[in-house]
């Protein structure tokens, strides 16, 4: 636990306390209270921490807010040493640091190096996260870019708070989409042999089709097209299958994204696991018999209708092989299971958690987060897509335009689940108004002077000495950085650390761009030094659970 956590959990205990000695006092009414809030001030100059503990407790209390926290703070005794408490309308309870503190607090960040900011919350559970999951029918988009961002950061987020995490793409290599793939692709060789043949109406035209059925001609010759249909297609629809799953794998790891797993939804079928799903469904009584098809008793665990599983035709609708890969998932002995998908899997959540309560898990073993739409924007106008056409843009294509790092830093900006206008021309600029290049030019600077600096700078400093607002607003915000992780891992928001990043870039340039470091007095160059080289540290770590670079260099 980091100085800081430790000390709002110590605040944390004293206000309860407080509240205690005031009641004991008789100068509160006695009720249960709520867990009291400890966290950072909206604005400086209101105190390191803060407590709205006292508003909480007012409305039950029926007391003024001021006077509740006037009364709390009078038994606010054994606070740490370098704490003190002031109260602020309307019923603040703000706690100052002073310049001790602060300096034990940057000692820690220097001491932990890149191991700080991390935590072992998670206690070693289990858990898989699926994402991008897209169709393997063509190229990954700037959706799937996005999703992929998202999860591989979250990934992150959650081993540095000590889960045991695994990253899982599935493959949905089963079904209508990859028979319409198999028939594109036979379209697409009959067309560069000269024949007249034209797509079927749910074909897919990408012209990514036309490199892959001219590389099948090369490698396999054209004899695929004498053999029976049933036989033609299968063979068809393995190759692109396994070319483009290929091309998305090898796309994901350009973009510095890996997977454990890649899983096949055929393989499922294979074993008999989905045959199986409605057997177990149907031995715990949770299915029923109407009209000819067999349905599962959704509403019973909180959807909003009944499902059907099996058609009258005895075809299984896709919840079946959906709810089979999750039971596999949690059978392979995943404690929590993760899953991103886009924005129009809104009805897809309370199905899927009711089926696996259905088989026995509890409610809250699968965490289903929406991704959404990605608008890419270029001279302030859109860049017009076409699905109809098979006309898109690539991650590979976004990949190339913008670079690794300001793609995943700008898809990281926002929460996942709000639209989001990429700025091409933005992501591409190498000045102060592209977010990513002035959080990493903020790294560069850093190493930069120490570059200069050399070898003669002493060990040691004398960190009290960081006494002016720039130094003090740095290493508070320095303190900060563990509950941000653990925040961001906690609601699977990485996009609070990418804000953390940029705020704390902002106060280290502001802080250089007033204070000479190399060239004032020994003493306050090593003060200042070992200030800079914890911030370097931990935007590289900042960065890093985002998978973006720091570079020594810009």
Not at 304 to 319: E, F, I, M, P, Q
Not at 384 to 398: C, I, N, P, W, Y
Not at 514 to 538: D, E, I, K, N, Y
């Amino acid at each position: 636990m980091s100085v800081r956590a430790r000390l709002v959990e110590t605040l944390r205990e004293r206000l309860v306390a407080a509240f205690g000695a005031a009641v004991a006092a008789g100068e509160l009414p006695s009720v249960a209270g709520p867990e009291p809030v400890v966290e950072m001030p909206r604005e400086s100059g209101h105190g390191e921490l803060a407590s709205p503990y006292a508003m909480q407790l007012a409305r039950a209390l029926r007391v003024p807010p001021r006077v509740v926290a006037e009364r709390l703070a009078a038994h606010l005794g054994g606070l740490p040493p370098g704490v003190r408490v002031v109260v602020a309308n309307p019923g603040f309870l703000n706690f100052y640091l002073d310049d001790a503190w602060l300096a034990q607090a940057l000692a820690e960040v220097l001491e932990r190096g890149p191991d700080y900011g991390g935590s072992d919350v998670g206690g070693g559970r289990r858990v898989l996260i699926e994402f991008v999951s897209a169709n393997p029918t063509g190229p990954l988009n700037v959706v799937n870019a996005r999703a992929a961002a998202v999860g591989d950061s979250l990934a992150r987020l959650l081993a540095a708070v000590g889960y045991r995490v695994e990253r899982e793409f599935y493959v949905n290599d089963a079904g209508g989409q990859v028979g319409n793939l198999a028939l594109s692709l036979e379209v697409r060789l009959r067309q560069l042999l000269g024949e007249a043949a034209e797509l079927p109406p749910d074909g897919y035209p990408g012209e990514y089709l036309v490199d892959l059925a001219r590389g099948y001609l090369e490698e396999h010759g054209a004899a695929v097209l004498e053999l029976p249909e049933e036989e033609r297609l299968a063979l068809l629809r393995d190759f692109a299958v396994e070319r483009i799953r290929a091309q998305q794998e090898a796309s994901c790891e350009r973009y510095g994204v890996h997977f454990d797993r890649f899983f096949s939804e055929r393989r499922l079928h294979e074993t008999g696991a989905v045959d199986k799903v409605v057997g177990l469904l149907r031995e715990r009584g949770h299915t029923y018999q109407e009209e000819g098809a067999t349905w599962l008793a959704a509403r019973e665990f909180g959807d909003d209708k009944d499902r059907v599983l099996v058609k009258s035709d005895g075809a299984y609708t896709y919840v079946v092989p959906d709810v089979a890969y999750h039971l596999d998932k949690l059978r392979r002995g995943h404690d929590l299971l993760i899953d991103l998908l886009g924005p129009d899997h809104h009805g897809y959540v309370a199905r899927m958690r009711a089926a696996l309560e259905a088989l026995g898990y509890p409610p809250g073993v699968l965490e289903v987060h929406l991704i959404q739409q990605v608008r890419l924007l270029r001279e302030g106008r859109a860049v017009t897509m076409s699905k109809r056409a098979g006309e898109f843009v690539t991650m590979d294509q976004l990949v190339a335009e913008v670079g690794c790092d300001a793609a995943r830093f700008f898809f990281l900006q926002r929460s996942p689940e709000s639209p989001l206008d990429f700025d091409l021309d933005l992501a591409k600029l190498e000045t102060s108004e592209n977010p990513v290049f002035y959080v990493q030019y903020a790294h560069a600077r850093i190493c930069s002077l120490f570059r200069q600096a050399g070898e003669n700078w002493p060990e040691g400093a004398d960190l009290t000495l960081l006494t002016q607002p720039e130094e003090r607003e740095l290493m508070r915000q320095l303190s900060r950085f563990p509950e941000e992780v653990l925040a961001a891992a906690q609601e699977r928001a990485p996009h609070r650390v990418a804000r953390y990043c940029l705020e704390l870039a902002g106060l280290f340039h502001s802080f250089y761009n007033r204070h000479r470091v190399l060239g004032s007095a020994p003493p306050t160059a090593a003060a200042r030094l070992s200030l800079a080289r914890a911030v370097g540290a931990v935007l590289a770590r900042g960065l890093d659970l985002l998978g973006v670079t720091a570079p020594e260099r810009m």
